[in-house]
């Protein structure tokens, strides 16, 4: 049981588990006790994509694909582009709360963004300590921070503001761990704009996949009313565990780089709850109540095409992230561009023509098979041969051991 345990606080599957708890744990108390204030909760839960997604292109990937010069001080690098980044992410927060909340006054715009600037630092750490300390340690930084998150928003019921609940263990991990780092001189601190340099790339398509994750909801009220972003959501919620999964196999391949296998028992799982999520909504109208009445009386059509396009999404997703890994970020950039432009030609197509959300969850599908065709394509001729997507063993052809046989030594 120790030993399962040790494998599990190693496996980002649990800071995945933990990180989600806590977000929706803060949210639900929220909700309960300050349903004044739960407005801000919600829109600091999508700002903190930000952090998680900006630093993951900033460090974590430029990490995983090994093209970080091997002199550099991975702490400090990680450290500096956590700083340079953090002002700009404070203006597009603050902006983004006043937008959004006109009345809201200036410290409560504040409370909102504090947590989100803290998480740059703390995601820069987690990957910085990933690639130089155990990934016990590592997974320590998230772990702690969801942890003594959901601890202090106990304390909602004597008046916490819940927007500020991440801040005291935000701050008691990011002491730790800063108390824990190596000492200065071993290796070169790259300059500033060096070490934003380096993840830009890989920004650049991040961004393009936030985009696109925000043009959706927009493209399905458009073309069928408010009930089909009621459906849209209610359908994410229904995949969270899916999401969780996923969200965590495509961290453990970042975290690992090229060492990293196709076949996990991670992606097992994905799987598993992929079929067993899209079987239950298939087949219980009343289950899929529970989330909304607008999915309820979704077609039996609409609900199957919609599982189909989380399918056709896992694979991408997967392919992707190997051909990431294994490419020259110019030529991952490239296919990164490609696949958006796929996507968001279908989500065109769906504007010109359709009108339906079951018609645009089918063009979902059908737009995220052909993004798979596109990165097989990419895979088999760019990049890495070990990148290229793996063939099914064979009887009659052994499997190449990556093993080499040892040479007989010479007399």
Partial sequence: MTGLLRRLQQSQLSVQVMTRLANVGVFLLASWLD?????????????????????????????????????????????????????????????????????????????????????????????????????????????????????????????????????????????????????????????????????????????????????????????????????????????GPFHVALAATTREDLVVGRGSRFRTGARLLTVVLLVGISATVVASPDLRGLLAAALAAASFGTVAFYCAYKAALMTSTWLSTRHMIYSAPATYLASAIGSRTIAFTALAVALLWLRTTGDLFLLLAVGELLVVAWFVLRLRLTGDTAARPPELPSPRIPTPTLVRPRQPQEK
């Fill in 35 to 239: 349903s004044g204030h739960v407005a801000f909760v919600a829109f600091q839960g999508v700002l903190l994509a930000i952090p998680y997604t900006l630093i993951e292109a900033l460090i974590g990937r430029p990490q995983s694909a090994g093209i970080v010069p091997s002199g550099w001080d991975r702490e400090a690098w990680a450290t500096r582009t956590a700083a340079v980044v953090t002002l700009p992410v404070a203006v597009i927060g603050f902006t983004a709360v006043s937008v959004t909340f006109p009345e809201s006054g200036i410290f409560d715009r504040l409370l909102v963004v504090l947590p989100v600037l803290l998480q740059l630092p703390i995601e820069a750490l987690f990957w910085s300590m990933s690639a130089t300390r155990s990934r016990r340690r590592a997974n320590l930084v998230p772990q702690l921070v969801a942890a003594g998150t959901l601890a202090t928003a106990a304390f909602a019921t004597a008046g916490l503001r819940l927007e500020i609940a991440a801040v005291p263990a935000q701050l008691a991990v990011l002491a730790w761990a800063l108390s824990r780092r190596s000492p200065r001189g071993e290796g070169i601190r790259p300059g500033l704009l060096a070490g934003v340099r380096l993840g830009v790339t890989y920004c650049v398509a991040a961004a393009a996949d936030l985009l696109y994750v925000i043009a959706l909801p927009a493209v399905a009220g458009v073309l069928a009313g408010a009930d089909a972003i009621v459906v849209l959501r209610a359908m994410d919620l229904a995949f």
